[in-house]
């Protein structure tokens, strides 16, 4: 840790992480970051990578757990923002982007249920594009989720996903102060293979290969006539 502190202009001040390495039986990390303007609208730019290993976790703390949890969260994060980033006259400001994963992770939990994952992730950005129809499309706020397998227990339903996919994205701009005003998004869900059985009602439903999706644009650029699009 480094504070390269200014007497006579303290906002002048740079307060600096440099090369935070942690590594345990429980997390791993690597950290680096600094601030800037700490006084007045602080200014923080930084990342990091880490992993939290859910069954190295000493025995104390699995006393306090009412069940059993195994698995791997992974992450790692890049990002740049301002405290007052964080307001939606602001919000397009922040530059945010990473990942969290997941891997053979179980959770079964006493009167919670239970909830398995062999491989899951999530991506997020704020500042991500796309090409569509040969057009690239930047500045979008977007967020993905994916999984080979996921399925969840809870008092006698069962629910398993294969092939798992869902994601969705905005336009990361600045808000008008008109509400009228359409702002564009759209989502995507998608899977496999989909089982749901029920002990109480003897339910037995299965479902391959679907895909459903939802936007809503402007009408021929028209920025307050909404257009909504779905398929499935």
Known sequence: MQADFDGSDPDASVFTLKRLHIDGEV???DADASVTDAFS???IDGKFKGKFDFGRLPMKVRQLIPGKIVGRLSGDSEFRFRAGDFSQSRFHRLKLK?????????????SLGRLYTRSSELRFGSGNSFIANGHQIDSLLTVSFKSDTLSAFYDG?????????????????????????????GVKFAFDRLSVDSKADSLHFRLRNASAGASLTRYKGDAKVPRMGLKV
């Open 41 to 43: 609208d602080p200014l």
């Open 98 to 110: 990473g990942a969290l994963s997941l891997t053979g992770f179980t959770a079964d939990l006493d």
């Open 157 to 185: 339903l069962d629910i398993q996903f294969r092939g798992l996919k869902a994601g969705g994205g905005t336009p990361n701009r600045s808000n008008s102060a008109d509400t009228t005003i359409i702002q564009p998004f």
């Open 27 to 29: 997390i791993d990390l």
